[in-house]
């Protein structure tokens, strides 16, 4: 059997007449591995061709590496690319350039990369050749100097080498290469950097459209999250006007209520006041006088008190002061001129959850109240201690009122479920285990009782209260 009974030749399909085909200048089979011929040459021709189609798979693969790349962006894609070329021409010099306006979204606009591969980043360093190719590649012109092909008058074979980058018909880029004088340029390597050429545009096309869409969803993502932001304030802009309107019809509601006392209840204690001191001008009977006298001072008490009660109603100003201010302002505006008041404050203050500091303020009120009405005390003092993860309030006076009788009273009114009577000691209980503290009655250093309330803060590790 005869070599060309084992190889059979190649016949090669003639060429179609189709205007589109002869526009089509794809890379087949013989011109990646140069097998044209069965003639006796076929052995040497054929080892030729094994190393050149064992240089196409390693060029191959180095193409596919490159264009991977594409997840990472247009500059690592570029570069790569720029690396394949170099590394499959065994090139000198290597040049990667697009056209000034074509995929704009895409950088660096070219790559240069000298001997050894290095990038040389400063055109004005480079050769003379080289930095006119680059700026033709930008301009989109695909012509060569003339002397590029005739480097050497010993040996003709090319070692420059021009393949433009083509998308959609037209030209984006090229390559430009210049190989060493062992190193010649054949059909292998034109097919090679054509399949190259044409993969790049894809990609690079791809990568811009990759690198657009996460714009978009980086853009769209910061849309949303603006308006989620927006909607949550939104929401507490929604908020805070239903609470304001809330406050609104409360202070209305005040406001009405202290017109109200201010109008009828109150005129009608100053009026019952004004009769009194008329009977006890016609009366001489000491008892009925000492009957009048108490009557007297009792609506006097009531009169202050009323009063009292309307300008806490019409106070407005609770909202914005803490815990210490309420409690100076209270013991100087809503006491009677008879009992005198001292606030002290132990401790660094602590802000407290509002609902927690109006309740000690109506707790301090209360214990103030009963002191001014039923003790007859003529001094108190109002402590109010952060320390020990809580703050303790405390209420003394040196009045005659028993911690055991106001414990008692206080058992049987609970007992006995709502009524009008001893109301205020409920009340001041029921706030203390509202806010997860305890009410206590005890006899006070200067005398009297002391009324002390404890209230956790939530903070502990300070040293405890005593």
């Known amino acids: 059997m005869t070599a060309a009974d084992r190889f059979p030749r190649r016949r090669t399909p003639a060429p179609s007449s189709s205007p589109a085909a002869a526009g089509r200048a794809r890379p087949d089979l013989d011109q990646l591995t140069g097998l044209r011929t069965g003639k006796p040459s076929f052995y040497s021709e054929y080892r030729e061709g094994a190393e050149r189609l064992r240089r196409v798979i390693v060029a ?12 990472e962006g247009s500059e690592a894609l570029v570069r790569a690319v720029a690396d394949a070329a170099a590394d499959h021409l065994s090139a000198d010099w290597v040049v990667l350039g697009l056209v000034d306006g074509e995929l704009p979204d895409a950088a660096p606009r070219h790559v240069v990369l000298g001997p050894d591969g290095v990038e040389w980043a400063d055109l004005a360093s480079v050769p003379e050749r080289v930095r006119r190719h680059v700026e033709r590649l930008h301009a989109g012109d695909g012509h060569h100097d003339h002397d590029d092909h005739h480097q050497h008058h010993d040996d003709q074979r090319p070692r420059h080498l021009h393949v433009p980058i083509r998308l959609d018909g037209r030209t984006v880029g090229g390559f430009v290469a210049w190989t060493p004088p062992e190193r010649h340029i ?6 090679v950097l054509r399949i190259l050429a044409g993969q790049t545009a894809s990609a690079l096309q791809n990568c811009a459209l990759l690198e657009r869409a996460e714009r978009l969803h980086a853009r ?6 603006d308006l989620r932001v927006r909607n949550d304030e939104l929401m507490l802009t929604q908020q805070a ?3 304001a309107r809330q406050r609104e019809v409360l202070d209305n509601e005040r406001h009405r209520i202290a017109r109200e006392l201010h109008d009828s209840v109150t005129q009608y204690a100053l009026s019952a006041g004004m009769h009194i001191e008329l009977c006890r001008s ?7 006088l000492q009957h009048l006298d108490t009557a007297k001072d009792l609506t006097r008490r009531a009169v202050e008190q009323l ?4 300008y806490a109603l019409n106070d407005d100003d609770h909202a914005d002061k803490d815990l210490p201010s309420m409690l100076r302002q209270l013991s100087t505006v809503h006491m009677p001129d008879e009992l005198r008041v001292e606030v002290t404050i132990g401790g660094a203050p602590v802000p407290l959850p509002h609902e927690h500091e109006q309740s000690l303020f109506r707790i301090a009120g209360e214990a103030l109240f009963n002191t001014a009405m039923h003790a007859s005390a003529p001094r108190a003092v109002v402590r109010l201690a952060y320390a020990g993860g809580r703050v ?8 005659g009122a028993s911690p ?7 058992r049987a009114a609970s007992v006995r479920g709502p009524s009008g009577e001893h109301r205020g000691l409920v009340n001041m209980d029921a706030r203390a285990r509202e806010m997860g503290g305890t009410l206590r009655f005890r006899r006070s250093r200067i005398g009297g009782l002391q009324v002390q309330v404890d209230v956790p803060l939530g903070t502990p590790g300070q040293e405890e209260l005593g």
């Open 60 to 71: 191959l693969d180095r193409i596919s590496a490159a264009l991977v790349r594409t997840m």
């Open 392 to 399: 303790r309030l405390s209420i003394s006076d040196d009045g």
């Open 186 to 191: 054949d059909d292998t390597d034109h097919s």
């Open 404 to 410: 055991e009788q106001i414990r008692r009273t206080l």
């Open 282 to 288: 016609e009366i001489t009977d000491p008892d009925l």
């Open 307 to 310: 009063r009292s009660a309307i």
């Open 220 to 225: 769209t993502a910061a849309q949303a999250e």
């Open 241 to 243: 006007l239903g609470a």
